[in-house]
């Protein structure tokens, strides 16, 4: 999928194809209709109000909206050409292919490595103790945070910092390998300097996996992504270049937003 | 976009820096005004005062060239509101410019006095104005208004002051030719009509800024122009000769 490539039909160079996507809490629709075709190696931005249906969409692409038991998903979300939602789908299988980083820092309790080393352990990812030390470092290399922790492996992962905290469970995210990684609001509990470290992560991940944020600010959305899609009241409004979309977005619903005028 | 921002403050910006640059746009019209009634009249006074009052001019540019800085660090504008403030700092740098053309022709004006006989030159020199004046006071309106239609003819209007440039200025080299004790003034009302014929591409710089704030892009630059002054001399060189 180019740079150039914005579209909402499926396309067999996506990441992610979504068509027609319908969410319902019991009676209540969250989402309406949704189509999008989400590009591989590029950052995506979920941007809207609160209650916009942003987060709702991001957690039905690795299936957490399963855990929730009113919540019924229609429509189409393939994987690589692969619906995630097939009755053969082990859900658990799909959260390792695709990764998930939340709001708040959620490391277990337990030390930085055996955080790291989790996922790959279930999975079986590792033969040995020496294969199993190699993913660890790798994993905390790429989201860089080696250097401050490599001397400090098996102490506990919540005695970190809070952005050290965010930047532990994006390695923890990423040590299974997806090719696919949700943030949901990763910086909001963190300060400027700690959100500027994640951010510039976010950008050295999208060289190597298809990443989706979703972010309350909009100045993150335009700082961190290449595409944005604004949500509004459980519809997809717009979607394209975040260029574009910060500049001259083509809906007024968008331009409310985005502007400050809608809330 | 008509709504307000949830943030007042960031109306009341918005709205001081554009107001802001309409003040400044009265003043041009006005020192345009006072420069052409000065020629008009020999009033030196009044070219001395157009010079002086520039200043106040430049001012509001620094003014609003200090706002936009404000704006944009302290409220992020995106999108129509990030338009409002480039096309505001754009118009205003504009602007100034085109209060230094109207000083400039106010201080040819003392130098004048002797070039009284060729009230043809004097005449054109005035149409240009008027209709620089008004392609000012157009592009200013169809800013305020959002007015494409209003802009673009505006951008067209460029074509008419082009046209009375060249034609004066074929005239100014025949007087240089003829009676070589024209040429100092002459010299000086040519710069004079240049200065406004420059205002008047200003104008048209004006208006693009009033289509940028509506549609996002600019128009494109494929305007016909007519000063042709730059090759028609040789050709003028041989009228002469066979005259």
């Known amino acids: 999928m180019t740079l150039d490539t914005i579209t909402n039909a499926p396309t067999t160079d996506a990441k992610i194809n979504a068509t027609n996507v319908n969410v319902f809490y019991d009676e209540t629709q969250?989402?309406?209709?949704?189509?999008?075709?989400?590009?591989?190696?590029m950052v995506t931005a979920f941007i809207g109000p609160s209650g916009c249906g942003k987060s709702t969409f991001l957690r039905c692409i690795n299936r957490m909206n399963d855990t929730i038991p009113i919540c019924r998903v229609s429509g189409d979300i393939t994987l690589d050409g692969q619906d995630i939602y097939a009755p053969h789908v082990d859900p658990v299988q799909l959260r390792a292919q695709v990764?998930?980083?939340?709001?708040?820092?959620?490391?277990?309790?337990?030390?930085?490595?055996?955080?790291?080393?989790?996922?790959?352990?279930?999975?079986?990812?590792?033969?040995?103790?020496?294969?199993?030390?190699?993913?660890?470092?790798?994993?905390?290399?790429?989201?860089?945070?080696?250097?401050?922790?490599?001397?400090?492996?098996?102490?506990?992962?919540?005695?970190?910092?809070?952005?050290?905290?965010?930047?532990?469970?994006?390695?923890?995210?990423?040590?299974?390998?997806?090719?696919?990684?949700?943030?949901?609001?990763?910086?909001?509990?963190?300060?400027?300097?700690?959100?500027?470290?994640?951010?510039?992560?976010?950008?050295?991940?999208?060289?190597?996996?298809?990443?989706?944020?979703?972010?309350?600010?909009?100045?993150?959305?335009?700082?961190?992504?290449?595409?944005?899609?604004?949500?509004?009241?459980g519809h997809l409004v717009e979607f394209g270049k975040t260029d574009d979309i910060f500049t001259r977005p083509s809906d007024d619903r968008t331009e409310a937003y985005i502007t400050g005028r809608i809330g | 976009m008509n709504t307000d921002h949830i943030l007042k403050a960031f109306d009341a910006d918005l709205e001081k820096i554009q107001a802001l640059l309409l003040r400044m746009g009265g003043l041009v019209e006005k020192a345009l005004q006072d420069a052409m009634t000065a020629l008009d009249k020999g009033d030196l006074d009044l070219a001395a005062k157009v010079i002086a009052d520039d200043k106040?001019?430049?001012?509001?540019?620094?003014?609003?060239?200090?706002?936009?800085?404000?704006?944009?660090?302290?409220?992020?504008?995106?999108?129509?509101?990030?338009?409002?403030?480039?096309?505001?700092?754009?118009?205003?740098?504009?602007?100034?410019?085109?209060g230094d053309y109207a000083r400039n022709v106010a201080k040819r004006i003392h130098v004048l006095e002797e070039f009284r006989y060729a009230s043809s030159l004097n005449s054109t020199v005035k149409r240009m104005a008027g209709t620089v004046a008004s392609m000012l006071a157009d592009a200013l309106d169809s800013y305020v208004s959002g007015d494409v239609a209003k802009a673009q003819e505006v951008i067209?209007?460029?074509?008419?002051?082009?046209?009375?440039?060249?034609?004066?200025?074929?005239?100014?080299?025949?007087?240089?030719?003829?009676?070589?004790?024209?040429?100092?003034p002459a010299m000086h009302l040519h710069f004079i009509a240049k200065n406004i014929e420059r205002v008047g591409d200003h104008a048209t710089n004006l208006s693009e800024q009033a289509i940028y704030l509506v549609t996002g892009t600019l128009p494109s630059d494929d305007r016909p122009k007519q000063d042709v002054t730059s090759v028609n001399l040789s050709g003028l060189r041989d009228d002469l000769r066979d005259g």
Not at chain 1, 30 to 41: F, G, Q, T, W
Not at chain 2, 65 to 94: F, G, H, K, N, Y
Not at chain 2, 162 to 176: A, I, K, P, V
């Open chain 1, 99 to 233: 990764g998930m980083v939340f709001q708040k820092p959620n490391p277990f309790p337990k030390s930085i490595y055996d955080n790291v080393a989790y996922g790959p352990k279930i999975h079986g990812m590792a033969q040995n103790r020496q294969e199993l030390d190699d993913i660890v470092e790798q994993a905390l290399q790429r989201a860089a945070l080696w250097d401050e922790v490599k001397d400090r492996l098996h102490t506990s992962g919540t005695g970190l910092s809070g952005g050290q905290q965010q930047r532990l469970c994006i390695a923890r995210a990423i040590a299974t390998r997806p090719e696919t990684l949700l943030m949901d609001e990763p910086c909001s509990a963190l300060d400027p300097i700690a959100t500027a470290q994640i951010e510039e992560l976010i950008q050295d991940l999208s060289s190597r996996f298809s990443v989706i944020i979703v972010t309350h600010s909009m100045q993150q959305a335009a700082r961190v992504s290449q595409r944005t899609a604004f949500f509004h009241l």
């Open chain 2, 156 to 184: 067209a209007q460029d074509l008419e002051v082009d046209q009375l440039y060249n034609s004066m200025f074929r005239e100014l080299l025949t007087h240089m030719m003829e009676d070589p004790r024209t040429i100092a």
């Open chain 1, 30 to 41: 969250a989402l309406h209709d949704v189509s999008v075709a989400i590009p591989d190696r």
């Open chain 2, 56 to 98: 106040a001019i430049d001012a509001l540019e620094e003014r609003i060239r200090q706002d936009v800085e404000r704006v944009i660090a302290l409220r992020a504008p995106t999108a129509s509101d990030l338009r409002t403030v480039l096309s505001v700092l754009t118009m205003a740098s504009t602007l100034e410019r085109c």
